[in-house]
């Protein structure tokens, strides 16, 4: 089976705590990409970064780290000194190859709460 | 307005009825794709579209109709609403090949009463 979990369903963290959501997938392809998406309360869904399955090295971009691992076939994120901007949803998902082409399985999101 | 739309962006219907729900980009990008988003399903996949006259199924097609004549918009007909698809619907697209990152509208939300 082709699938994402996000088994962190809500995190509550107070601003400036550092907190990782985690993802893990699965899949059987050899070839693959990871992606992160946010759904801030307004609701549009906002790309955060594409990762393949050759590329893994740890990526970090101002706050927000990733930490893809092969061999636990996980992708976390993590945020660093939270602040209430993050409250959020937070997607993981996976691309996978169907009849026509390619598509996202997306897992069931985290939801991130940043207190002041 | 450059960018991907949806319309509407509220709908309300009733059980029976057929609705359709507009997806429209301005990019040419080849793939589309519909979801739907659900609490504690997070986003399902409904149908995709390769290029115009290419379609396939999501996880949840069942009760959906789509259809690609043009590279542009990609339409979703709901054709005998049900009270289960009372759902966040969004549209999305993406350029080169679907392995890049997919470009959301931002969404219809549909009530079946």
């Known amino acids: 089976a082709q699938k994402v979990t996000q088994a962190q369903t809500e995190i509550s963290v107070v601003e400036k705590e550092d907190v990782t959501l985690d993802c893990v997938y699965e899949t059987r392809d050899t070839t693959y990409y990871l992606f992160w998406y946010k759904q801030p309360p307004s609701g549009e869904l906002v790309f955060l970064i594409r990762?393949?399955?050759?590329?893994?090295q740890n990526e970090i971009s101002g706050r927000y780290s990733w930490n893809f691992q092969k061999s636990t076939s996980s992708f976390n994120f993590t945020i660093t000194a939270s602040q209430v901007v993050d409250s959020a949803v937070y997607f993981c998902?996976?691309?996978?190859?169907?009849?026509?082409?390619?598509?996202?399985?997306f897992g069931q999101g985290t939801e991130l709460s940043v207190k002041p | 307005d450059a960018g991907i739309t949806q319309s509407p962006r509220y709908k309300i219907t009733e059980t029976g009825r057929q609705v359709t729900l507009m997806c429209h980009q301005t990019w040419s990008h080849s793939y589309m794709f519909w979801y739907r988003q659900d609490l504690g399903h997070g986003l399902r996949l409904i149908y995709y579209?390769?290029?115009?006259?290419?379609?396939d199924k999501g996880e949840v097609p069942d009760g959906y109709v789509v259809s690609r004549s043009k590279t542009e918009n990609f339409p979703l007909t709901l054709e005998s609403a049900t009270r289960s698809q009372t759902s966040v619907y969004f549209c999305?697209?993406?350029?080169?090949?679907?392995?890049?990152?997919?470009?959301f509208g931002p969404g219809t939300r549909l009530t079946v009463t």
């Open positions: 579209s390769a290029a115009a006259d290419i379609t």
């Open positions: 998902a996976l691309h996978i190859w169907g009849n026509q082409g390619g598509k996202l399985i």
């Open positions: 999305a697209s993406t350029n080169r090949d679907s392995t890049y990152e997919q470009y």
């Open positions: 990762r393949n399955s050759f590329d893994e």
